[in-house]
């Protein structure tokens, strides 16, 4: 959806990174000695941020492994077994990467969610089915049907949103069977897949566009080709350069071998996002992909536009449709890096691709990175939809736009039904649509259930269990009371949700970049937080937390860590915590990312940074010591509740190049720090939390794992759908352990006394 506005002054210092100068306490760098006391196998490493590694193998870099490794894992015993039970929601929806109508089968479609399976409706997209197997990566890039019945599904989502998170896959998978049974058929190394297309006249004829990693070079990228339905692949369309992928591809249905195809230059670092690069680019076969030709012949462009299809580093994401019913009438939209309405140019040929000259601009209030693609009306060449926040269309070749309303923001997919006149079904950050207007404003109808919701944290109430909140991609903060078992309570992104543990009315919830409120009636009137300054850098997902047995004393973090006694007006208690800014001119970067106060010593806390810091301060915030630097994006820190030296640090390295997850600990209030990874699997590791009897829990993006005080030898938690889990949470009051997935909703487990015995005993 479209980012929050602040005070211009505040909106300016989140553009530019600007950092907040506080002069009045003194952050001590480690000593020679304490730098060498960090584990060699974690540094130096580059400063992360969450999910992927860099491949130096030349093989599966270690996201594949970790996502081979754990459904494997899965589809044999677990470590611990435990049943997990869903916590929902399935009545509020997320994000939807792609549709396909079931060619034979009537009132039938396929669902693509983000990081949340494959789905089927037999029902016209009124009800959802999950068929995709839970051992397998959760995160899915596209999916198409062909002629002879088959499915065809790319693993991994091409879509690199802003402040949110996307996912990789393991490759192709097929289904002969309506999504019964499911066969992996090659590209392991694609990381992300954007869309698959068959050719209309031969059901085994398939084209892949192969995104790649957006957080390190190299892997299977460009177009791919198989020509006997998956069982072999052939580079089709090479790519210029190792940060390049195909984001886009259309094929001429009275000429399958006149396809178009589009070309993406894209990284992402800890600090840095790049959509765009001279690879990038337009490109046009006549031979049915065995050769292909950039096209750079734009006759007229579009007003303001400089770069129009020729290589450039700005250039990024490139749309590109046919119209069915005009084949020789092609639209395409290009775009350039930016923070919103970056659409650059939009362009109309009716000489199959020959030349283009140039028609009205969509608007745009999204980035078109986030959204990017063209769709035509498959009856009337005159009708584009683009997809952006909004879902904009022209009646009239583009020279004109409106809004088409009536859905949730942020367009991903759609598709329409051959065998059904005027039927269409649309995806978005909010579920699937569908219309049976031919998609005319107003006339679609949501699903019923959407079993996907995208959770980046969960709070649940130390007084009743039932009565759970947490944050969501694009659906806001839900909670379980006040209406539905899951409403929304408060818009945008929900991010950092707190329940007071002393008083359950007392709520905590934010959105993207720090707009944080507090509620004194369970969510229904939200106040927001007072007194954090404008200049300051906030993470997109702003850390929150209570002071344990401190009612009203809680902790925020900017790139400074706030306190209030009150809840709603702050004052900074510490200088800036972080390395400074980042590069990027869009998203701030140098910010905390988690806040630890301890139980037993209210002056003592320990924040992390996504720069890979570690910071603590044992005088309430008058001075403070770096204890650790130069790791991956510090996800956790969490303070023994019984002992305020005894802390572990949880790392990911999803946007560095060298390092996977790690659980550190210290007992000695940060002088030295022992690697307490151990056993876990390479993935990132995103929360930790010390359970009964100083038992352990961590939450990865393959899984939850248990383990001694010690740490070390951990065990799988029992079976959770191969998505990340973001938050985990032990509640006292049932004895039961929450975990927040991004993709499959919020799960619970009892942890009970027999287990904690075994894991106490390390076996």
């Known amino acids: 959806m479209p980012f ?56 599966l870099g270690l996201p594949e492994r970790a996502l081979i490794q754990a459904g494997a894992a899965a589809r044999q015993k677990p470590g611990i077994g435990v049943r997990w039970r869903s916590e929902g929601p399935d009545n ?153 992928g195909a984001s886009g591809l259309a094929i001429d249905p009275a000429n399958p071998k006149r396809l178009f195809a589009t070309l993406w230059d894209r990284r992402r670092e800890p600090d840095l996002r790049r959509y765009g690069g001279v690879g990038s680019g337009l490109y046009r076969s006549l031979d049915g992909g065995a050769s292909w030709t950039r096209l750079d012949n734009v006759t007229a462009p579009t007003p303001g536009d400089d770069i129009a299809l020729r290589s450039d580093p700005r250039l990024g994401r490139i749309g590109v449709g046919i ?49 990017g693609y063209v769709w035509i009306d498959p009856a009337d060449p005159e009708r584009v939809l683009i997809p952006s926040a909004s879902l904009f269309e022209s009646t009239n070749g583009g020279k004109s736009w409106t809004s088409n309303e009536g859905m949730h923001v942020d367009h991903h997919a759609i598709a329409w039904d051959p065998k059904v006149p005027g039927r269409v079904y649309e995806g978005n950050d ?48 839900l909670r379980t009371w006040g209406g539905p078992r899951w409403n929304e309570f408060q818009g945008g992104d929900g991010e950092a949700n707190v329940i007071d543990p002393a008083d ?29 300054a404008e200049e300051d850098r906030y993470n997109w997902l702003s850390p929150v937390v209570l002071q344990p047995g401190a009612t009203g004393t809680v902790y925020f973090g900017s790139n400074r860590l706030y306190r209030s006694t009150n809840g709603l007006d702050y004052t900074p208690v510490s200088p800036d915590l972080t390395g400074g800014p980042g590069r990027d001119e869009v998203y701030p970067f140098g910010t905390l990312t988690t806040i630890a106060p301890s139980a037993t010593d209210p002056r003592s806390i320990l924040v992390g940074s996504d720069d890979g810091r570690v910071s603590a301060t044992t005088d309430g915030g008058q001075s403070w010591r770096l204890l650790l630097k130069d790791q991956p994006w510090v996800t956790r820190v969490a303070v023994d509740p019984r ?103 919020i799960y619970s487990t009892q942890i009970t006394p027999a287990m904690q015995a075994r894991l106490q005993r390390g076996r």
């Open 92 to 244: 509020i929806g997320g994000r939807v990467t792609g549709i396909a109508v079931d060619p034979r089968r009537a009132d039938t479609v396929y669902v693509a969610a983000a990081s949340g399976g494959m789905w089927k409706s037999t029902d016209r997209g009124r009800t959802l089915t999950a068929i995709w197997p839970e051992s397998y990566p959760q995160a899915i890039g596209a999916v198409a049907t062909s002629s002879d019945g088959a499915i065809y599904v790319g693993t991994g989502e091409s879509n690199p949103g802003g402040g949110s998170i996307t996912y990789e896959g393991d490759g192709i998978y097929k289904s002969t069977d309506g999504g019964r049974t499911w066969k992996n058929i090659g590209l392991r190394r694609s990381a992300t897949i954007s869309l698959i297309a068959v050719d209309p006249a031969n059901p085994k004829r398939i084209y892949v566009a192969a995104t790649g990693s957006l957080f390190r070079p190299g892997g299977e990228r460009g177009v791919y080709v198989s020509s006997n339905g998956g069982r072999s692949w052939t580079r089709s369309l090479d790519v210029p350069n190792a940060t390049t």
């Open 643 to 745: 002992n305020a030296r005894r802390a572990f640090a949880t790392l990911s390295g999803y946007r560095a190049q060298g390092t996977g997850g790690h659980v550190l600990l210290t007992t000695d209030g940060g002088a030295n720090w022992r690697d307490v990874t151990g056993t876990l699997p390479e993935a990132p590791v995103n929360d930790i939390v010390i359970g009964p009897a100083g038992i352990l829990f961590v939450a990865t993006d393959v899984g939850v794992y248990a383990g001694a005080p010690s740490g070390r030898f951990w065990l799988r938690l029992g079976h959770l759908p191969l998505a990340p889990v973001n938050d985990i949470e032990f509640n006292a009051v049932s004895g039961r352990l929450f975990a927040a997935t991004f993709g499959r909703g």
């Open 430 to 477: 909010g579920g699937v649509y569908r219309s049976d207007a031919n998609g005319r404003s107003g006339t679609w109808q949501m699903a019923v259930n959407h079993p996907f919701t995208q959770f980046y944290t969960l709070t649940v109430s130390a007084q009743d269990a039932t009565r759970i909140a947490g944050g969501t991609q694009d659906n806001g903060s």
């Open 504 to 532: 359950q009315n007392i709520v905590y919830s934010c959105y993207q970049f720090g707009f944080c409120s507090r509620s004194t009636d369970g969510g229904d009137t939200l106040v927001p937080f007072r007194g954090l």
């Open 323 to 371: 119209a069915p019913s005009r084949p020789d009438r092609v639209y395409v939209l290009t775009s350039t890096y930016g923070q919103f309405g970056n659409h650059k140019g939009f362009y109309v040929s009716d000489d199959g691709g020959d030349s283009f000259a140039t028609a009205a601009l969509p608007p745009g209030n999204v980035p078109y990175w986030w959204t």
């Open 4 to 59: 929050p506005s602040r005070s211009p002054v505040r909106r300016a210092a989140l553009a530019l990174g600007l950092t907040a100068v506080l002069t009045s306490s003194t952050l001590a760098a480690p000593t020679a000695a304490q730098a060498d006391r960090v584990p060699p196998r974690l540094g130096p490493a580059a400063p992360g941020e969450f999910k992927a590694l860099q491949d130096t193998s030349g093989g």
